[in-house]
Every structure is written in C-alpha cells, then in structure tokens.
C-alpha cells in the first residue's frame, strides 16, 4: 500500500480511537455536572498534557517553528473557537433530543468532509476506494442507529428535539476537520495543535463565564476527575493523531 494511504489509515485510526472513548468518558461525566462543565475540565487535562509534552520535547532537544503573522494567530483562534461550538452545540442537542435519530446525524460528518475535500480539493481517489469510504461511512452511520427505536416506532423525525443543534454541530465539524486538514499541512503540526486546543479551552471557560455557569462542582463528585482526565488523554491522542496525519498527507478522504 502506498505510504500516504498507509499515514491517512493510521491517522484515522488515531482520531476514531481518541474521540470513540472520549465521547465513552464524556457520558459519565456530562449526566452528572453537565455538559460545559465537563467540556472544560477535560480541556484542562488536555492542555496540561500537550504543555507536558511540549516542554519535554524541549528538554530532549526538539526545536519548535511557532506560527508566524497576525493572520495564522487569528486562524488558530478561529479553528479553537470552531471546535469549541462544535462540541457545544452537540452535546446541547444530544441532550435535547432522541440519541436514535441524533447520534448517526452527528456520526456523518466525517463522510461529509470527505465529499467536501473530493468535490471542492479535488482530491482524486479511485473507484475502489471509493466505494470503500462508502461502506466505511454507510457502517458509522448504521453502528449508531438504535434499531429497536425504529421497529417500535418510537421515533418522529418532524418532532426530533435538538435536532437544529446537531445539524449546526455536523456542518461545523465538516467544515473545521476539512480546514484544519489544509491548514496544518507542512507546518510543525504539534505546536499548532497545542494552541488550537488551547484557544478552544479559553472559549469553553469564557462561555461558561458569560452563562454564569460555575465550574467548581461538589465534592461528592470529585471521582469524576478521572473520567474527566481520560477525556483530555482520549481527545489529545486524536488530535495529534488527525493533525500529524494531515501534516504529512493529503489524504484527507
């Protein structure tokens, strides 16, 4: 197999692996002090974590090209308020809504991306390949689906709660990961996924502040804090696995 597909299938891989037992952790958490709380206490350990590994990098020698222009400060904040919204809106409406109907809405954005990067990029891909992005795709979606929902006709599609909220979730996640592909290409990829990150964290934090949501949550819940830690590990490993991946193949498909 060609090395550039081998990078993209491994990156992938990365990134499902990362966000899969992100979201697992995140439903322990979010039922109990809420989603924005959750949200930025994750963060938090995120961005400990890559400041961690930014400075030993630094200690063993690793030399950084930190971004250069107003322009690519400006974007960096706009790719981690971005991802913020994203993760805002979802889990709004997933807790609005029928997760039946919501969570396999929300599991096709990243077959949106790919039609994106095909038919506006031009990413050129063969029929085979194809039709294996198809199935992969087609899977995602049906994995997601609550069979038993629908035999029992329990879901309505015109009177689905929250449904507004993880259509704006979708179209911004396809948006950013198509963004953030081209954006990180050919640029020290860590780095720039460390500030991203963080930016996200400072506008969870700012709109908790503006919706005067208070972030100490009660001692009786202190044990989440290891969920809330395998969050930010779980979030961290698909980041860098996505960003790396897109830094050094065009693959985005």
């Not at 002090?33 to 930025?40: Q, T």
């Not at 200690?59 to 994203?86: E, I, R, S």
């Not at 780095?191 to 949501?213: E, N």
């Amino acid at each position: 197999m060609e090395n550039s597909y081998m990078i993209a299938i491994l990156a992938g891989l990365g990134g499902m692996t990362g966000w899969g037992f992100a979201d697992f952790f995140a439903k322990k958490t979010i039922d109990q002090i809420g989603d924005v709380i959750s949200l930025f206490w994750a963060h938090v350990y995120g961005v400990v974590m890559l400041s961690v590994g930014f400075f030993v990098s630094l200690w063993f020698g690793k030399t950084f090209n930190p971004p250069h222009g107003v322009l690519t400060w400006f974007l960096l904040f706009l790719f981690g308020a971005g991802q913020a919204a994203v993760y805002l809106y979802a889990y709004k409406g997933f807790g609005k809504g029928q997760l039946a109907i919501l969570n396999p809405i929300f599991a096709s954005f990243p077959g949106i991306t790919a039609i994106l990067s095909i038919v506006f990029l031009g990413e050129q891909i063969g029929v085979s390949l194809l039709a294996s992005l198809c199935a992969i795709f087609f899977g995602i979606v049906v994995v997601n689906l609550d069979i038993s929902a629908f035999r029992a006709r329990k879901i309505q599609f015109h009177k689905t709660n929250g449904f507004k909220e993880i259509a704006i979730a979708t179209i911004l996640a396809s948006i950013w990961t198509l963004g953030w592909s081209r954006f990180v290409e050919n640029v020290d990829w860590y780095l720039y996924a460390c500030i991203m990150y963080i930016w996200m964290t400072i506008v969870v934090y700012s709109v908790a502040k503006i919706q005067k949501i208070q972030l100490w949550f009660p001692h009786k819940h202190k044990h989440l804090h290891k969920d809330l830690f395998f969050i930010g590990f779980f979030e961290v490993l698909a980041y860098l696995s996505v960003s790396l991946g897109y830094s050094l193949t065009s693959k985005t498909s």
